[in-house]
């Protein structure tokens, strides 16, 4: 997953992990805006059997106020979707959009302060969440 995701595996079972992501997100200020349950929507729409995967839509409304004030169609790339998805039983997959590739969107350098944010704290949630099964 080069250049575009941010991400880690923890060996706990993908229940656990999604409320795990959802509690480090929220301690570094996100809330989570939209949720896409693609395990559902893939076999109500296409009849297939994927493994479970979430994809979380986290905002941390000062950032993204922050980027809009900038680059109003950075709107476009909101909120900073987070996926969590099973591997098997015992391992999960936690991938967040990296804030960086923002920045390959947009020639504004003031976003740079905001995509830096958002890293970090990104950065730090998926940590917390490693960290907490350790």
């Not at 559902?40 to 995967?53: E, I, R």
């Not at 015992?90 to 967040?96: Q, Y």
């Amino acid at each position: 997953m080069p250049g575009y995701t941010l991400a880690t595996s923890v060996e706990r079972p993908y229940d656990e992990t999604v409320e795990a992501v959802r509690a480090a997100l929220a301690d570094q200020g996100f809330g989570i805006l939209t949720e896409i349950d693609l395990k559902a929507t893939l076999a109500a729409k296409l009849d297939v059997d994927v493994p479970p995967q979430v994809i979380l839509g986290a905002c941390r409304p000062p950032l993204a106020y922050q980027a809009l004030q900038v680059e109003p169609s950075i709107a476009a790339v909101l909120p900073c979707n987070v996926v969590v998805r099973s591997v098997d039983e015992g391992t999960t997959v936690v991938e967040a959009f990296d804030p960086d590739a923002m920045m390959g969107l947009s020639d504004a350098p003031q976003l740079h302060s905001v995509a830096r944010d958002a890293k970090d704290r990104l950065t730090a949630a998926l940590a917390a969440v490693t960290e907490e099964h350790r």
